[in-house]
């Protein structure tokens, strides 16, 4: 099964970027994309996560798993994304045992959302 990793290439993370300078985000994006993903995770940048004040942001998902957000990266979390993201997909469910878990993901988790099929349908 396909797991995607969405990174926010427009986050600042709470910097004034001078003209032309790379955000924070991309500068993530890019070190994730340099030092290649796991077979079946996709790599996709995306423009915001609304995640703007934890710093840079990751989203992990596939479907029937859990989804997980994750704030409070740069460019030097990248190693650890990956390996994230690699225990993801190897989770059947997405939900990774807690040791299994890179540091930064354990302690810098801002959602975990249910999978849609575990998602009560709304009352009328």
């Not at 926010?8 to 924070?24: F, M, V």
């Not at 996709?42 to 990751?58: D, K």
């Amino acid at each position: 099964m396909n797991v995607t990793l969405h990174v926010c290439i427009t986050c600042r993370a709470g910097q004034t970027l001078a003209e032309g300078e790379a955000a924070p985000g991309a500068l993530l994006h890019a070190a994730i994309a340099e030092a290649g993903v796991p077979d079946g995770v996709n790599l996709v940048p995306v423009e915001c996560l609304s995640a703007c004040s934890q710093g840079c942001s990751v989203a992990l998902s596939a479907p029937g798993r859990w989804s997980y957000v994750y704030g409070r990266l740069s460019a030097a979390n990248a190693a650890d994304v990956i390996a994230g993201s690699a225990a993801y997909a190897a989770a059947a469910d997405g939900i990774v045992p807690w040791r299994s878990r890179p540091e930064i993901f354990r302690k810098q988790s801002l959602a975990r959302i249910p999978p849609l099929s575990a998602v009560p349908e709304a009352a009328e």
